[in-house]
């Protein structure tokens, strides 16, 4: 994509995530080298309520990867950010393993262990 775009699309997921009822967001095959994907974690942490986020994940997913990006997307968190004065922060976390599961909230401390 290129750097005009990328633009683009940053400033709407910046503006747009925060007005959302629901952000879903697909992290299927994700590894370090998603940045985009780190950046709008980053986002989404700092300005969507913790409880209207989910994460899809798949056994594609790099899982370590993940919880370092959430990690440092966590504590980039403003201390002026609703989501700093929760007082059990998590998102929730579903995982798609092709079969029927329930959902399940897993906490930030817990995310190393997904």
């Known amino acids: ?6 633009r683009i699309v940053m400033r709407m997921v910046t503006r747009l995530a925060p007005e959302s009822d629901a952000v879903l967001m697909d992290l299927r095959g994700f590894t370090s080298d998603h940045r985009g994907c780190a950046f709008e974690l980053g986002v989404l942490l700092r300005g969507v309520p913790l409880r209207r986020i989910v994460l899809l994940t798949d056994r594609t ?4 990867a993940l919880a370092r990006t959430l990690q440092d997307a966590w504590a980039a968190v403003l201390a002026d950010s609703e989501n700093a004065r929760v007082a059990d922060p998590g998102v929730i976390l579903i995982p798609l393993t092709g079969r029927a599961r329930p959902d399940r909230e897993v906490s930030l401390p817990e ?3 997904c």
């Not at 994509?1 to 990328?6: I, P, S």
């Not at 997913?61 to 370590?64: G, K, L």
């Open 61 to 64: 997913t790099n899982p370590s």
């Open 1 to 6: 994509m290129a750097r005009t775009g990328l």
């Open 111 to 113: 995310i190393q262990n």
